[in-house]
């Protein structure tokens, strides 16, 4: 998984409650994404970061919330989890110099 | 909105057939293409890029650009039961930080 983890690998958790997924590498790249993948959607990009504290909004990020204090970690927060987030949430990263995306295991999420 | 369209299958060949996958796309000013390799419930793997016009082979993928035609196509030569799998085509914009997938393409190798 090209350094990448990511933390919880499955969570439940009830909707209302806050919830924080965290994306970790050890391959010191400036970029990472998060992404969701639903069926019949494909993945969709949420937020992704181009450096420490930098960090952009994708096609998806209404809901979410990221941050991003050190080169390694980057932290996607549902502020309200709600039922239509549930989803599998994808880490990726890529280096400045390649345009290539390599992805973490993800992370099964359930609002109920 | 940026689209990229692929079928969504199930492509079915038969082993040692070639796989033929294909992918258009929206956005005119797109630069880079890739194809992601996802089996059932793992992560997506990347197994080609491709940067320009023409045909790029690794092993037994070979990918194909046409930006005229706004198409990309992914090649799998001696196809093996190992290769059955969700492909994914992406295309990344013009600043290259986005990436815009497509649903994905369902092949299964029949021994």
């Known amino acids: 998984d090209a350094g990448i983890t990511q933390s919880p690998r499955h969570k439940v958790t009830e909707t209302g409650t806050p919830v924080t997924l965290r994306c970790h590498q050890t391959?010191?790249?400036?970029?990472m994404y998060w992404y969701r993948q639903d069926p019949g959607h494909g993945l969709r990009l949420i937020h992704y970061s181009y450096g420490v504290k930098d960090t952009d909004k994708g096609e998806v990020s209404d809901g979410y919330s990221v941050s991003r204090s050190k080169t390694e970690d980057f932290l996607l927060t549902l502020e309200s989890a709600t039922s239509s987030q549930t989803s599998v949430y994808f880490c990726?990263?890529?280096?400045?110099?390649?345009?290539?995306?390599?992805f973490g295991p993800g992370t099964r999420l359930t609002v109920t | 909105q940026k689209e990229v369209e692929q079928n969504s299958g199930p492509l079915s060949v038969p082993e040692g057939a070639i796989a033929s996958l294909n992918c258009t796309y929206s956005d005119r000013g797109s630069q880079s293409f890739f194809w992601y390799r996802q089996y059932s419930g793992k992560s997506p793997e990347l197994i080609m890029s491709i940067y320009s016009n023409g045909d790029k082979e690794d092993g037994r993928f070979t990918a194909q650009l046409n930006k005229a035609s706004q198409y990309v196509s992914l090649l799998i030569r001696d196809s093996q039961p190992s290769d059955s799998a969700t492909y994914l085509c992406a295309v990344g914009g013009n600043t290259g930080n986005q990436f815009y997938f497509g649903t994905g393409t369902s092949l299964t190798v029949i021994p």
């Open positions: 391959e010191n790249h400036r970029y």
């Open positions: 990726a990263i890529r280096g400045a110099e390649s345009y290539e995306q390599y």
